[in-house]
Nanobody, 124 residues
Framework: VQLQASGGGLVQTGDSLRLSCAFSGGTFSSYSMGWFRQAPGKEREFVSA????????YYAESVKGRFIISRDNAKNTVDLQMNTLKPEDTAVYYC??????????????????WGQGTQVTVSS
């Protein structure tokens, strides 16, 4: 399985950005998908996740109401729509695939495969 994240860039506070992650080499509809981010000098943190069938979505408190995760099982992609961006959203964003149980959905160790990351920079 391979993941390819794209869509990052430099935007201003309040702008929107849409990240996309392309999945290949496996059965996408079997995998739950997650987005994590890592800012300079900080640990990687959970952002959002979506179950294999799209039935449940999860968000970090810091992005709830601003970010929307979605998946297209026909196109093997998972997107993260990021609205009302803030400087504190600046980070490298990683998509991940795996079979997390409920208790590990928000944890890195719940995922088996990671993409290469895409940089998001929000200027103030």
């Amino acid at each position: 399985v391979q993941l390819q994240a794209s869509g990052g860039g430099l935007v201003q506070t309040g702008d929107s950005l849409r990240l996309s992650c392309a999945f290949s080499g496996g059965t996408f509809s079997s995998y739950s998908m997650g987005w994590f981010r890592q800012a300079p000098g900080k640990e990687r943190e959970f952002v959002s996740a979506i179950r294999y069938n799209g039935g449940s979505t999860y968000y970090a408190e810091s992005v709830k109401g601003r970010f929307i995760i979605s998946r297209d099982n026909a196109k093997n992609t998972v997107d993260l729509q990021m609205n009302t961006l803030k400087p504190e959203d600046t980070a490298v964003y990683y998509c991940a695939a795996g079979f997390p149980i409920t208790s590990t959905t928000r944890q890195s160790n719940g995922y088996r495969v990671w993409g290469q990351g895409t940089q998001v920079t929000v200027s103030s």
